[in-house]
């Protein structure tokens, strides 16, 4: 099998290079016993391009997890239910240097993530499906299989704020863009279920220019609002993850 380059080692948050880690060891059995409520595989039999994906996923869940949770607490954001547009895009941007992250560089060039591989990479994180509420376990369930169980579920911790003021704000200026539950549109990636510090680093990135957002200059939307309006939103899209979970039904 060929080598895999660390994909994603830091999708969104810049960091110090690292050696591409092995190949993801196997799943222990137990995980195959999880309550299947848990569970973001597919139910059907998986296709050689959902394997491919899987495959080329293996190194990425070194930083992002298994099942493209993310990691550290939102240093390593979520990528499952990522839009598949969006990751598609953002790769290509890390290659053609559009966005500036240094350790993506060495791993998003065509010799060592082809288009292909882009392609089959995102689209496997963007059909993971992340439960927001534990599962019912059996008595029978043991320590292992709660585990691995509980390392899927995706809850988000809800912050400070004007709950409504985040909405009204939100419903005004962000939805066109990123969908009136914040699902994302196109290449507009989605907001509800990825860890609230994280989106307020990018926030803080697109405000001094670090990263592009989708205007040019300092008279886009996030310069229009105020700081508080952006902690008000942040706790409004903690508010929808059940919304999240009954869209992916």
């Not at 670090?210 to 508080?228: A, S, V």
């Amino acid at each position: 099998m060929r080598a895999l380059p660390i994909l994603l080692l830091s999708l969104f948050c810049a960091g110090a290079l690292a050696a591409p880690p092995k190949k993801a060891p196997a799943r222990p059995a137990a995980a195959q016993e999880a309550p299947a409520a848990a569970a973001p595989a597919a139910a059907h039999a998986p296709s050689a391009e959902e394997d491919k994906g899987r495959e080329i996923n293996g190194v990425c869940a070194a930083c992002h997890g298994e099942f493209g949770q993310g990691g550290k607490r939102g240093e390593y954001p979520r990528l499952a239910g990522q839009r598949a547009a969006y990751l598609k895009d953002q790769l290509k941007s890390f290659r053609a240097r559009k966005r500036i992250n240094l350790p993506m560089y060495p791993y998003t060039q065509e010799r060592e993530l082809p288009d292909e591989d882009i392609e089959a990479v995102s689209e496997f994180l963007a059909a993971i499906q992340l439960p927001t509420k534990p599962p019912e376990f059996k008595d029978s369930d043991d320590a292992l299989t709660r585990l691995l169980a509980m390392d899927k579920v995706m809850i988000i911790p809800r912050v400070e704020g004007d709950i409504e003021n985040g909405k009204k704000v939100y419903q005004k200026e962000c939805f066109a863009c990123h969908g009136r539950t914040g699902r994302g549109r196109g290449k507009f990636p989605m907001l509800v279920g990825q860890y609230s510090n994280y989106l307020k680093k990018q926030v803080d990135a697109y405000l001094k220019g670090e990263r592009p957002h989708d205007e040019e200059g300092t008279t886009g939307i996030l310069n229009r609002i105020t700081e508080k309006d952006i902690q008000d939103i942040l706790a409004y899209l903690t508010t929808l993850q059940d919304i999240e979970t009954a869209e992916a039904k």
